[in-house]
């Protein structure tokens, strides 16, 4: 539509659209569109019904390829507990001394143990300085699988982005029930994976947290997040269904 607005062969329709909407010039009248939801389905609506499909198909055809964009490509969520502990093997982890006004390891504390923090102006700006960036990382092994008498091998490649899961950051229902299953205490799972970060190797059997036949967190089912610490995480739970079933 814009297109047309700016090089129709039409130029009187153009003149009276614009000013039948009170505006002087093509360029103010463009940059309002563009600014206008509501200015923009009324100067689309003046359009004869041909041309607003054409525009529609054409919007429709130049933005398709974006239409099946997995935003959590790729992404696994971490106890913070884990992220910690991978950052202080790649040595990004600052413990600073008996002097420091700052380390990263008091940043933590606070965010792990102090549910106020936010509320506490002098925390809070501690924890500002804490950099939880996700943590781009790989990780391979060949896994030794019995098949029947036999055994093959099965190799397991993930290519993953790390993001660490704090508490607070995890507010509704869902997200508490995550957190809370993750980091209960003797029975912690270090790590969730969405199914693409999984490049070679998947597991058939692996836990899933959506009810049957449903992939959106508005139907997740947070029973199976609030098993009993001494649940074990194992194929044969309960929590574990190749469909999905909890």
């Not at 700006?125 to 091998?153: A, C, R, T």
């Not at 190799?155 to 899961?165: D, E, H, L, V, W």
């Not at 009810?211 to 997740?220: I, S």
Request: without cysteine; glycine residues 6%; aromatic residues 12%.
């Amino acid at each position: 539509m814009i297109d047309d607005i700016e090089s129709s062969t039409d130029q009187d329709f153009i003149k009276k659209l614009i000013e039948k909407n009170g505006f002087d010039n093509v360029e103010d009248f463009v940059k309002a569109i563009y600014q206008d939801e509501k200015l923009f389905k009324k100067v689309l609506s003046s359009y004869p019904k041909n041309l607003r499909d054409s525009f529609v198909n054409q919007a429709d055809s130049n933005t398709s390829t974006y239409g099946d964009i997995t935003v959590s490509d790729a992404q696994v969520i971490v106890r913070p507990d884990l992220y910690r502990k991978i950052r202080i093997g790649l040595g990004t982890w600052n413990f600073g001394d008996e002097f420091s006004d700052y380390s990263d390891e008091m940043a933590y504390n606070i965010l792990e143990n102090d549910p106020d923090w936010q509320s506490d102006p002098k925390k809070a700006k501690i924890v500002s300085k804490l950099e939880l960036y996700p943590l781009k990382m790989s990780y391979f092994q060949n896994s030794s699988q019995q098949i029947g008498d036999g055994f093959i091998n099965l190799p397991i490649y993930n290519k993953m982005a790390i993001f660490p899961a704090f508490k607070y950051m995890l507010q509704s229902d869902n997200g508490k029930a995550i957190y809370e299953r993750m980091n209960k205490k003797g029975n912690e799972i270090d790590m969730l994976a969405f199914d693409s970060a999984v490049k070679v190797g998947a597991n058939q059997q692996q836990y899933t947290p959506y009810k049957e036949g449903v992939d959106n967190l508005d139907d997740m089912d947070t029973k199976s997040l609030k098993q009993k610490s001494d649940k074990s995480i194992l194929p044969n739970d309960d929590i574990f269904n190749p469909g999905g079933k909890l």
